[in-house]
C-alpha cells in the first residue's frame, strides 16, 4: 500500500467518481424508452399523425437526454481535464 | 491540467509476444493549440486551434455552396431541373419546417433558423471528413445558445412589455428567485445538450479507432459513423432549432 503516490490515488478516485456520474444514464434511459414505447402506441392508434407523433417524441427524448449528458460532461472533466488533481498540484 | 493530460497514455498488453494494441498511444480527441496568438484576453494566452480550423472549413464550404446556389438561381430556368430542383425543394422544406412550428411568426425566422440548422447539421457531420466537429467545443455551442436565449428575452421584453418582469413573480413573489434561474437555464442546457452529444460521439470514434487493432478499424466502424455522427448529428440539429423556435413562440404568444 505504501507505494501508492497521492498523485495516483487522486487519479484512482477520480476513475471511481466518473463511474459513478455515468449512472446518471439510467434515468434517461429509462425516461427515453417510455417515450418511444408510448410513441409507438400512438402511431398504432392513429398512423396517420405519424409525422407530428415522431418530431415530438424526438424532441421530448432529446430533452430528458440532457440530465445524462450532464453526467457525462462531469464523468469526462474527472478524467480528462482534472480539477482535483490541478487543485493539489498547484498547493 | 497538464499533468492529467500527459498521464493519458493508453497502456496495453502483448500477447504472445504479438503487438495486438497500439502501446502508451494517446486516443486523441482533444482540442490542439496551433498558432498563438501576439495578444492576451483577460491575461489568458490566446490560441488559434483545431475548432477555429474546421469551424472556417465549415464556414467556407456553406459558402461556396450558397455562391453556386445563388448563381444558380439568378439563371433560374421557366422549368427547374437538377440542381435548381434541389435548391427549390430545400428552401421549401426549410419554410414548411419553420412554419409548421412558428405559425404566422414563422417568416421573420427562416433566414435565422435555417441558418442555425445548415450550420449545426454541418459541423456535427464534419467528423465524416476526419475534421474534429467545432460542435465538441463548448465555446461554440455556448455562443450559440447565448445568440438563442438572447432572441428569446428580445422578443419577451418586445411583446410582453412590462409582462416579461410580473411574470417572473407569478404565481408567488417567493418564486422570484427560480423563476429568474428558469429563464436563463436554457442557455446551460442548450448549449450542453449539443455540446455532450456531439462529444460523446467524438469521444467514442476516437477510442474505437485508438484501442482496437488496426483489423478492426477497416469497415466495421462506418456504422459508428453513421449513427455517431450521421444520426445524431442531425437529430441534435433538429432538436436545437425546434428548441429555439419552441422557446421563441412561447415568448411571443405568452
Given amino acids: 500500500m505504501s507505494n501508492i503516490t497521492n498523485e495516483g490515488l487522486i487519479l484512482a478516485c477520480s476513475a471511481i467518481g466518473a463511474g459513478?456520474?455515468?449512472?446518471?444514464?439510467?434515468?434517461?434511459?429509462?425516461?427515453?424508452?417510455?417515450?418511444?414505447?408510448?410513441?409507438?402506441?400512438?402511431?398504432?392508434?392513429?398512423?396517420?399523425?405519424?409525422?407530428?407523433?415522431?418530431?415530438?417524441?424526438?424532441?421530448?427524448?432529446?430533452?430528458?437526454e440532457t440530465t445524462g449528458l450532464y453526467g457525462l460532461v462531469i464523468g469526462l472533466i474527472l478524467l480528462y481535464a482534472n480539477p482535483l488533481l490541478s487543485r493539489f498540484l498547484k498547493l | 491540467m497538464e499533468y492529467a493530460l500527459a498521464n493519458i497514455g493508453v497502456h496495453l498488453t502483448r500477447i504472445g509476444g504479438t503487438?495486438?494494441?497500439?502501446?502508451?498511444?494517446?486516443v486523441d480527441f482533444f482540442i490542439h493549440k496551433l498558432v498563438k496568438?501576439?495578444?492576451?484576453?483577460?491575461?489568458?494566452?490566446?490560441?488559434?486551434?483545431?475548432?477555429?480550423?474546421?469551424?472556417?472549413?465549415?464556414?467556407?464550404?456553406?459558402?461556396?455552396?450558397?455562391?453556386?446556389?445563388?448563381h444558380k438561381i439568378m439563371n433560374s430556368e421557366e422549368i427547374p431541373g437538377g440542381f435548381q430542383n434541389v435548391l427549390e425543394l430545400a428552401v421549401e422544406a426549410l419554410s414548411n419546417f419553420v412554419n409548421g412550428s412558428m405559425g404566422e411568426h414563422g417568416k421573420k425566422y427562416v433566414n435565422y433558423v435555417g441558418t442555425l440548422?445548415?450550420?449545426?447539421?454541418?459541423?456535427?457531420?464534419?467528423?465524416?471528413?476526419?475534421?474534429?466537429?467545432?460542435?465538441?467545443?463548448?465555446?461554440?455551442?455556448?455562443?450559440?445558445?447565448?445568440?438563442?436565449?438572447?432572441?428569446?428575452?428580445?422578443?419577451?421584453?418586445?411583446?410582453?412589455?412590462?409582462?416579461?418582469?410580473?411574470?417572473?413573480?407569478?404565481?408567488?413573489?417567493?418564486?422570484?428567485p427560480s423563476n429568474l434561474i428558469g429563464e436563463f437555464?436554457?442557455?446551460?442546457?442548450?448549449?450542453?445538450?449539443?455540446?455532450?452529444?456531439?462529444?460523446?460521439?467524438?469521444?467514442?470514434?476516437?477510442?474505437?479507432?485508438?484501442?482496437?487493432?488496426?483489423?478492426?478499424?477497416?469497415?466495421?466502424?462506418?456504422?459508428?459513423?453513421?449513427?455517431?455522427?450521421?444520426?445524431?448529428?442531425?437529430?441534435?440539429?433538429y432538436v436545437f432549432t425546434m428548441l429555439t423556435m419552441v422557446f421563441i413562440t412561447q415568448k411571443i404568444e405568452g
Avoid: W
Avoid at chain 1, 459513478?20 to 408510448?38: C, R, Y
Avoid at chain 2, 503487438?19 to 494517446?26: H, I, K, V, Y
Avoid at chain 2, 448549449?191 to 460521439?201: E, M, P, Q, Y
Fill in chain 1, 20 to 64: 459513478l456520474a455515468l449512472i446518471a444514464g439510467i434515468g434517461p434511459g429509462i425516461g427515453q424508452g417510455i417515450a418511444a414505447g408510448h410513441g409507438a402506441a400512438a402511431v398504432g392508434r392513429n398512423p396517420g399523425a405519424k409525422g407530428d407523433i415522431m418530431s415530438t417524441m424526438l424532441l421530448g427524448q432529446a430533452v430528458a
Fill in chain 2, 19 to 26: 503487438r495486438l494494441l497500439a502501446e502508451e498511444e494517446e
Fill in chain 2, 185 to 237: 437555464s436554457s442557455l446551460i442546457s442548450l448549449s450542453l445538450r449539443l455540446f455532450g452529444n456531439i462529444l460523446a460521439g467524438t469521444v467514442m470514434i476516437a477510442l474505437y479507432y485508438n484501442l482496437l487493432p488496426v483489423i478492426a478499424t477497416i469497415a466495421i466502424p462506418s456504422f459508428l459513423h453513421a449513427y455517431l455522427d450521421f444520426f445524431s448529428g442531425a437529430i441534435q440539429a
Fill in chain 2, 37 to 70: 496568438m501576439p495578444f492576451k484576453f483577460l491575461g489568458q494566452d490566446v490560441y488559434l486551434t483545431t475548432t477555429h480550423v474546421c469551424m472556417l472549413i465549415v464556414i467556407a464550404a456553406i459558402l461556396i455552396f450558397a455562391l453556386v446556389a445563388r
Fill in chain 2, 117 to 176: 440548422i445548415l450550420y449545426i447539421f454541418l459541423c456535427n457531420t464534419s467528423g465524416l471528413f476526419g475534421l474534429r466537429p467545432p460542435t465538441a467545443d463548448y465555446g461554440t455551442t455556448f455562443c450559440l445558445a447565448i445568440i438563442t436565449v438572447t432572441m428569446i428575452q428580445y422578443n419577451n421584453i418586445k411583446y410582453n412589455k412590462f409582462g416579461a418582469i410580473t411574470s417572473l413573480f407569478e404565481p408567488l413573489p417567493v418564486l422570484f
